[in-house]
């Protein structure tokens, strides 16, 4: 390869020609060079090379006046940034292409026009010589240019890409990051397009880019050309696919959530016919609500992104693309995830929203914080000024012109955008938090207001009014003392699975169900079973909108339940996860829409028809055969086998092996790819026949709040009578020890759910000498029971695996 051609192929180009093409064009080469017989589809193009860039440089005498102007720049405050950089921009675009390097782009222009029987268009992308290292990416700081046709064009494009090595974004970013302006070369990468302009095309990142979690590629995708999602403009699909079960040959796809996808990026037709750039349309409304991709292409991409993470040795982000003439799909471009790269989340800084308020606005949660502030409600980055440090940034969309902005934000927020936008790279690079995708931020929002941002509520942002309350709790993993019990945790909420995936737990102890029935299925089960037999012709409206793209009705409950737990189960994999299965009292159940068709009035429904006795009754059998589908689907589909099921409020042993023996029969089988199902020991039954139940059962977890209740004979919902609730009653106590022993001598595994350990410590230490296996906490109780816990085995002279933490005391805002 001689080092001064000013053309190459990415057939000629591997990883080590970035100081000849930079890093995005010789990650081109490599991929071309070496992913190709292992089917992953990257489209053929050519690439400048820095010795066009010096040789333009050179032949218009600009390398002197450039080295003095940068010279002048205030690299403290950047004062005259945009005086030197329109300077030097002037200085660039005033250059005359050399004749040898544009006959090399002509000429490698119809080389690769040759290889195609109709006319192409291609992208023309910078490539800067320093970019896309593992510690500085330079993403978004050059320009690039889509749906160039011809040679005459290509060269202007080539030309545009080396005017923007000096836009005022990328001079401050090389200065920040400790670059020589003149030892920097811009190369451009000359691609074939793919006609995803008629398709999709988005984003993939081969960890999870909140968390740097490495169970999970997260790809996100929107209709048209990629820049909409690169760029923020849209609000995406988002898909998330199991590494595990890529690399196993399982279906891996855990969940995926539909955006809006307001905008479609298309090439754009001059008025000779011949290609005129892009032009950004309003989506049609019936493509809004479909989905860009099927699960198989998803699963085909993630397959894509875990060989070129494997190739690479490294976390990678990648885009894609789909030609909507061929169905074909195709990797455009990757690079080095800079974010998580390298790093080990060995401390956790919690927010705690203690104070509610009328919201807002709602979005997509980037980072973890509570911010309250002023809003800034901006249209540009030139009115940037406005903004002061500390106030909050409240705009439609960013791009790479507002980063010097952006550093004054507290937060962000923004109307359009996912968490592969550019606000949302830019905020986790900062440290900050933002809310993107909000729709109608700016519309809500006023200039001056007093607001507060959470991202502390899962997976979604939420801004409210006014300054509201809150605490934060610092957590350095590394200090935190593990006891030798297991320690783990109950989780309702899916979307903070890969935020408590990093607590120090040994996994889930407890999964609710029934939040996600409530909160993300909402129809009663036996409403899509026997949808013909409803009457309620509100609720079948209702069903009919929610479950308007599945084939059938039950499939809805299904899929979306199985979602849930395959996301719980990714996130904490190869830790356990016991899934409760559904433990709706009827009045909860009539609650959801179409029950109350389904379900009876009772005057008492804490101790009616809930738990086992509903499973196997002929009122809710077929119901119940959706819950056993999903979880079949979560574990032999989807290769989760860490997912335990566990059977609530289970009267009696015969019921006990009736709905165990349904559960086969609806294809969960007892030990089948290692298939454990526990029992809740929560009725005085359960403990006194404990035995009895451990031959049909696997293990027991105690539900201390039912336990107590039906000990005492206490309503628990009852305020008259709350004052004797107390789950060290002596009468509790002893049930306790009695069911932890018999568990013990049957070989049966046994763990406690509920508050008590960690709110009284003389309670976890009962259960840690009586030998319990776990104790399971909410996420705002694991650290005051994990420390009770480790003062237990002290006091029994066992000793812990970490030096005991100091106390962690909650600041409040």
Not at 78 to 98: C, D, I, K, Q, Y
Not at 596 to 625: D, H, I, V
Not at 785 to 808: D, F, H, I, K, S
Request: proline share 4%.
């Amino acid at each position: 390869m001689a080092q001064d051609a000013f053309t190459l192929f990415f057939r000629e180009l591997t990883n080590d020609n970035v100081a000849l093409v930079g890093g995005k064009n010789a990650s081109l080469g490599e991929m071309f060079n070496k992913l190709n017989d292992q089917g992953i589809s990257v489209p053929d193009g050519y690439a400048t090379t820095a010795a066009a860039y010096w040789l333009f440089l050179d032949e218009n005498g600009l390398r002197a006046p450039l080295t003095e102007l940068l010279a002048s720049l205030d690299t403290k405050e950047f004062t005259n940034l945009p005086e030197v950089g329109a300077r030097a921009r002037s200085l660039v675009h005033g250059g005359v292409m050399p004749t040898a390097v544009v006959t090399a782009i002509t000429d490698a222009y119809r080389t690769l026009r040759a290889e195609y029987p109709e006319d192409i268009q291609v992208a023309v992308r910078s490539s800067a010589t320093a970019e896309d290292l593992p510690t500085a990416s330079f993403a978004g700081q050059h320009d690039s240019f889509l749906n160039v046709q011809g040679a005459h064009a290509v060269v202007e494009a080539c030309q545009k890409c080396f005017v923007s090595l000096f836009n005022d974004r990328a001079i401050k970013y090389r200065v920040l990051n400790k670059f020589d302006h003149m030892s920097v070369a811009l190369s451009v990468g000359v691609q074939t397009m793919v006609r995803s302009d008629m398709a999709s095309a988005g984003v993939a990142f081969t960890i999870e880019p909140e968390t740097g979690h490495d169970n999970l590629i997260y790809l996100t995708g929107s209709w048209g050309l990629g820049e909409n999602v690169v760029q923020g403009a849209v609000n995406p699909d988002e898909y998330y696919l199991f590494k595990p079960s890529l690399r196993n040959g399982h279906r891996a796809l855990v969940t995926k959530k539909l955006g809006d996808k307001a905008k479609t990026m298309r090439y754009a037709t001059g008025p000779d016919g011949t290609a005129a750039g892009i032009e950004n349309t309003d989506t049609l409304p019936e493509q809004r609500t479909l989905f860009v991709l099927t699960d198989a292409e998803a699963e085909q991409l993630g397959r894509w992104c875990l060989q070129i993470e494997e190739h690479y040795k490294m976390p990678m982000d990648i885009e894609w693309a789909k030609d909507g003439i061929t169905n074909d799909l195709y990797i455009v471009q990757a690079r080095p995830e800079t974010i998580h790269h390298g790093s080990q989340a060995l401390r956790l800084h919690e927010f705690h929203r203690t104070q509610d308020g009328p919201v807002l606005a709602t979005g997509k949660a980037v980072g973890s914080q509570v911010v309250s502030g002023v809003a800034r409600l901006i249209d540009s980055p030139a009115d940037g000024h406005r903004l002061l440090p500390g106030e909050i940034l409240v705009t439609d969309s960013t791009s790479p012109d507002w980063n010097a902005v952006l550093k004054n934000a507290a937060v962000i927020v923004t109307n359009k955008g996912g968490r592969t936008s550019h606000a949302a790279i830019v905020a986790r690079e900062l440290g900050l938090s933002a809310v993107v995708g909000t729709l109608d931020a700016t519309a809500k929002i006023k200039d001056g207001q007093l607001i507060t941002v959470s991202c502390a509520e899962g997976d979604a942002g939420l801004v409210f009014d006014g300054a509201l309350a809150w605490e934060e709790t610092d957590l350095d993993l590394t200090q935190v003392a593990r006891p030798r019990t297991k320690a783990l945790l109950i989780l309702a909420d899916p979307d903070r699975a890969l935020t408590l995936a990093r607590y120090p737990s040994q996994g889930v102890g407890l999964m609710r169900m029934e939040f996600v029935v409530n909160n993300a299925i909402r129809i009663h089960p036996m409403a899509l079973v026997d949808f013909d037999k409803l009457t309620d012709q509100h609720a079948r409206t209702e069903i009919e909108q929610l479950t308007a793209h599945y084939d059938s009705k039950p499939e809805y409950f299904v899929d979306k339940l199985a979602q849930a737990i395959a996301f719980v189960a990714a996130a904490f994999f190869p830790r356990e996860v016991i899934v409760r299965l559904s433990d709706f009292k009827t009045n909860e159940y009539a609650n959801l829409v179409g029950g109350r068709q389904f379900e009876p009035a009772e005057e008492n429904p804490m101790l009616g028809f809930r738990g086992a006795s509903r499973y196997y009754s002929a009122e809710y059998r077929e119901g119940f055969r959706l819950e056993c589908a999903a979880l079949r689907r979560v574990r032999l589909d989807l290769g989760l086998t860490n997912v335990k099921v566990m059977v609530p409020f289970c009267r009696t042993v015969a019921e006990g092996r009736q709905v165990v023996a349904l559960m086969e029969e609806f294809g969960l089988k007892q030990g089948e790819e290692g298939l454990e199902i526990y029992v809740m020991a929560e009725i005085p039954s359960n403990v006194i026949l404990a035995k009895e139940f451990a031959e049909v059962f696997d293990g027991f977890s105690i539900g201390s709040n039912d336990l107590t209740q039906l000990a005492l004979g206490i309503d628990r919902d009852s305020a008259i009578v709350s004052h004797l609730f107390d789950e060290r009653n002596e009468a509790v106590t002893q049930l306790l020890a009695q069911v932890i022993q018999t568990a013990k001598a049957c070989g049966r595994p046994i763990g406690l759910c509920g508050q008590a350990p960690s709110d009284y410590p003389d309670f976890a230490k009962l259960l840690v000498e009586q030998g319990i296996d776990s104790i399971s906490f909410t996420a705002d109780g694991l650290l005051k029971g994990l420390a009770n816990m480790v003062q237990a085995e002290q006091a029994l002279g066992l000793e812990q695996e970490v030096p005991e933490a100091e106390a962690v005391e909650p600041v409040v805002a």
